[in-house]
């Protein structure tokens, strides 16, 4: 008895030192490369740090993700280490990372979403609802409509504006508030990831997400006018004119763009150049696309010159900047 | 039921004193002393670093938002629902577990502790299949009562209880277990029915552990965040709130929002142990 | 005397603990000892009288009705437990008054006794009076058995149950509270069953004795009849009779025996009916009722019966007496005060004769 239970102590001992030990025995300086990332960059990210891992020896990229503004905001306020820092909203790094003292001095866009509803065969109209008349069905009563919350989360404040900016497009004035009446604050969650549960549960109808949720989800979309989905670039102008108050101020709207910076004063950054190098490729951009986001090629970005010089020969300067 | 009056009574000083003499045991406690500050640091000390982060006039401020303040009462009145319940279903439970055999109470007793170890959002997204517009009560309880569980207090409470209730059973069940059955065997032989035994008798001596107990599951109930969000996001409870003016605000703010909240707590708590120490009686017996 | 209780064909098992069809009766005031080893079911049978067990068959009568149905709130019992079970958050005053069968007749409520109802004239009958606002803890053993009687009183108890409450006593205390509760008991005139494995409980307290062992009643008598006259080995063991002799009946007539021990011939007289010539048999004799005497004194008086002689194998030292141990062809003992001990300054390997007188031998068949 006490030497079973003496070698279940051993046993657990040289458990917990050995992944010590494994990592001291490798071979030459192990890196690790950090990157916080938008929670709804999760699949792609995952299977470009594979990538990455495949091209870089003894090099391990860990990700973690959570929503664009908390994942900035550790950087900023809790100054947590990470090398790189890629959100669902471009405007999120100058808006967070360019403010003294600034986290970060460029940024590049390298994937287009669009907002979309998701829903299940157990939603209710499921069977009728199409492009052409989803919002006279997300109006009806006994719906009840998903989202995140505007004043923390991009897309939040992107349905909002969507919402805003089909009123002008369908010419119905009372659309949005009709809408919004389907989804009222208790319909709402921080993430719109974390309502996915819950649809799939039957406690909601319609989801507000992004259109790669759709899809790494293989939930049911609807696909919405580009004009006001937020996902084409050149509709930047139109776009302008949605607009979501919210806690933080009015928002206008803006193409979805997803963006990546690399952290001031990051130790990795040879590997961090690398990583945007691979984003921003052929082999990143289809990744994306594989996953339901729109390609971003050639990428736009913002204060070109700031950037480490490999990189400057990707990217184009942001239109309108 | 051993004879501990006396050594409650006796001052401090005598203790110290009395303890001193023999050479051996006085390294014992000297030892036991010492890991306890450890501990007792390493728990205090964040709150302090937390305390010490703001001004007054920061608490202040936050104090002054209605939201926080909102936030902060639902939380208590969430919890003290949570507790209540724990405490009127909870302690039956504890009592029966404390008293009788039966098969499978071995794996009865797991169940119950097995809430513990659930990860919180896998327990809200259980609650949410059972309690939520389609679930096998939430839907009956829609149609029939009309209760709903999204979105309201009553989903806060049932998140708050269900990661929280284990502590009042096993304190309870404690408690129970340390009465001497034979006390309640006299209080019948005396002419007292069960009911009458178990509320002169039984209850007034297990008091103690159950307050423990019901205390914890207010203070588990009070902190949980990842199994309400999922249920309830609006009305926010405070650790919901404090997550939101981190997200929109930063650090500063979330953190005096924190400190509130921990100072109301702090109040609280003070309360409920002295409700508890209202019933142990003057034996000094626990 | 009427009967008072009455336990008939009381049958019952309870995981390891067995009753088998106990029967015994009270009178009014009778004070009934149970007597037996551990595991014997003494407790259990009280638990079962009290009600909290229901018997497999059998009866339990108190006070005239049969309770074998009824809950122990409805039986009128008062049960007295090791330590004597007062309620720890309940002051003495508090213990006493939480009794709940107010206004009703107690049996063995004279004149002279207080009103079972009345809790102040009950504690100032058992006169703890002044320690009615005193918490149980500080009591001293005597103080906790009078609130523990006090309180079983106030109930109107047909019954006392004890379940050995003096074991965690020290000798002194035992022996005080013994006595007290003795002469409690003799005035209330209410019926008591006293559970205990102590000789002393048993001799000091019973009119009868019950002897269980395994849950079934090997012997019941008077406490004289227990240990004088054990009916088998077990109970003369467990009484701590010190010579139990196997022998042979050469002759038995008209309550006279010849008994023959070993290679020696003693004549015993006894009532029993045990055993006809040529039988084996058992021989139970006291250690205190074998009487040593020095080879001088023997010389004279020859003739005289159930003299033996032997040497000294070993002396032991027990408070004021001195069990010595013979060889007399068999070993016996026998217990010697220590000053005559002394004075027939016998050392190791003396001789010694040793003499029992003829009804000082008590016959067992088993």
């Not at chain 1, 959570?66 to 280490?81: C, P, Y």
């Not at chain 2, 949410?128 to 096998?136: E, P």
């Not at chain 3, 069809?21 to 080893?37: A, N, Q, S, T, Y």
């Not at chain 3, 002051?91 to 006493?96: K, P």
Request: with cysteine; hydrophobic share 50%; aromatic share 8%.
């Amino acid at each position: 008895m006490k030497f079973a239970s003496g070698l279940c102590v051993a046993l657990f001992c040289s458990i917990a030192v050995a992944p010590n030990v494994v990592s001291v025995v490798q071979a030459t300086e192990p890196s690790t490369l950090t990157i916080y990332a938008a929670g709804t960059l999760a699949v792609p990210f995952r299977q470009l740090n594979a990538l990455f891992e495949k091209n870089n020896a003894n090099v391990t990229a860990q990700a973690q993700f959570g929503g664009s503004v908390m994942m900035a905001k550790r950087i900023t306020d809790l100054h947590q280490d990470a090398d790189l820092l890629a959100v669902a909203d471009y405007s999120v790094i100058p808006k967070y990372m360019f403010a003294s003292p600034a986290h970060a001095a460029w940024y590049a866009g390298f994937a287009r979403n669009a907002i979309t509803f998701v829903y299940t065969d157990k939603s209710k109209y499921a069977g009728e609802i199409n492009a052409q008349n989803w919002y006279k069905i997300l109006a009806r009563p006994g719906v009840e409509i998903g989202r995140s919350n505007p004043d923390t989360d991009p897309s939040g404040y992107q349905t909002v504006q969507m919402l805003s900016l089909a009123e002008k497009f369908y010419q119905m004035p009372s659309l949005e508030q009709s809408i919004l009446a389907n989804a009222p604050l208790t319909n709402m969650r921080d993430t719109e990831t974390s309502l996915i549960s819950a649809l799939q549960l039957g406690q909601i109808d319609y989801l507000a997400i992004y259109r790669s949720d759709a899809l790494q989800h293989h939930l049911k979309s609807i696909d919405l006018p580009a004009k006001i989905n937020l996902s084409d670039p050149t509709e930047a102008a139109f776009y302008k004119d949605g607009v979501a108050h919210t806690k933080n101020g009015d928002l206008f709207g803006a193409p979805i763009v997803y963006a990546i910076t690399m952290v001031e004063g990051t130790k990795n950054a040879g590997l961090a150049e690398k990583y945007v190098a691979l984003l921003l490729g052929p082999e990143g951009q289809a990744i994306m696309k594989n996953n339901g986001f729109g390609a971003f090629s050639p990428s736009y970005a913002v204060h070109i010159e700031a950037m480490p010089a490999e990189l400057k020969k990707l990217v184009k300067p942001w239109p309108g900047s | 039921m051993t004879d501990v009056t006396a050594s409650r009574v006796a001052p401090i000083k005598g203790r110290w004193q009395a303890r001193a003499a023999p050479s051996r045991p006085g390294t014992l406690y000297l030892l036991c002393w010492f890991c306890g500050s450890l501990l007792l640091a390493f728990l205090v000390i964040p709150l302090i670093a937390l305390a010490t982060h703001q001004s007054a006039q920061n608490l202040g401020e936050v104090a002054g938002i209605a939201d926080v303040r909102d936030a902060i009462a639902l939380s208590l009145e969430g919890a003290f629902l949570s507790a209540a319940l724990a405490a009127l279903a909870g302690v039956p439970l504890a009592y029966v577990l404390a008293r009788t055999r039966f098969p499978g109470k071995g794996v009865t007793a797991a169940l119950i502790d097995l809430p513990l170890a659930v990860p919180h959002t896998v327990a809200g997204i259980a609650l949410l299949m059972v309690f939520g517009r389609q679930g096998v009560f939430g839907e009956p309880l829609q149609a029939l009562v009309g209760l709903k569980f999204w979105g309201t207090l009553a989903g806060i409470v049932v998140a708050m209880l269900f990661v929280s209730a284990p502590y009042t059973v096993n304190a309870a069940r404690i408690g129970f277990e340390a009465v001497d059955p034979r006390l309640e065997q006299i209080a019948r032989t005396l002419g007292l029915g069960p009911w009458r035994t178990f509320l002169r008798i039984t209850l007034p001596l297990a008091w103690h552990s159950i307050m423990t107990g019901v205390t914890l599951t207010y203070a588990r109930s009070i902190s949980e965040f990842g199994a309400v969000v999922i249920l309830v996001y609006y009305p926010m409870t405070a650790p919901v709130k404090i997550y939101e003016l981190f997200l929109r605000f930063g650090l500063e703010q979330a953190a005096a929002a924190a400190l509130l909240l921990l100072i109301v707590s702090l109040g609280l708590f003070v309360l409920l142990r002295a409700l508890a120490q209202r019933g142990v009686p003057a034996s000094g017996s626990r | 005397m009427s009967i008072a209780v009455a336990v008939e064909a009381l049958s019952l098992t309870l995981g390891a603990v067995r009753l088998n069809k106990l029967d015994f009766r009270l009178g009014r005031g009778e004070i009934l000892v149970i007597l037996g080893p551990n595991g014997a079911g003494k407790s259990v049978t009280l638990e079962t009288i009290a009600g909290f067990h229901r018997p497999d068959s059998g009866r339990v009568f108190l006070g005239g009705r049969d309770v074998t149905a009824l809950p122990p709130e409805q039986r009128r019992v008062g049960f007295v437990v090791q330590n004597f079970g007062l309620f720890p958050h309940l002051t003495v005053a508090q213990n006493v008054a939480i009794a709940r069968r107010a206004g009703r007749a107690a049996a063995g409520h004279d004149a002279g006794l207080p009103p079972h109802g009345d809790p102040e004239a009950l504690l100032s009958y058992f006169g703890i009076a002044h320690l009615a606002h005193r918490a149980p803890a500080g009591l001293s053993a005597g103080e906790k058995q009078r609130v523990a009687l006090a309180r079983a009183l106030a109930s109107a108890p047909d019954l006392f149950l004890f379940d050995e409450p003096f074991s965690a006593l020290d000798a002194e205390t035992r022996d005080q509270l013994r006595e007290e509760l003795k002469s409690f008991l003799r005035a209330l005139a209410i019926p008591a069953i006293f559970v205990t494995h102590d000789h002393d409980d048993a001799l000091a307290l019973a009119d009868t004795v019950v002897v269980l062992r395994d849950g079934a009643i090997v012997q019941s008598g008077s406490a004289a009849e227990i240990f004088g006259k054990p009916a088998n080995s077990f109970v003369a063991r467990f009484v701590g009779v010190e010579n139990i002799l196997p022998g042979q009946v050469v002759a038995a007539s008209d309550g006279l025996f010849t008994l023959a021990v070993g290679e020696r011939t003693l004549r015993a007289a006894s009532s029993a009916n045990v055993g006809s010539p040529r039988h084996s048999i058992l021989l139970a004799v006291r250690a205190e009722n074998v009487t040593l005497l020095s080879s001088r004194v023997a010389a004279e008086s020859p003739g005289a019966v159930n003299q033996l002689q032997g040497h000294v194998t070993g002396s032991r030292t027990i408070g004021p007496l001195v069990m010595v141990q013979i060889d007399c062809g068999f070993a016996l003992k026998a217990y010697v005060l220590a000053p005559q001990w002394q004075a027939m300054k016998l050392g190791q390997e003396g001789t010694v004769l040793a003499e029992i007188a003829p009804d000082a031998i008590h016959l067992m068949s088993e």
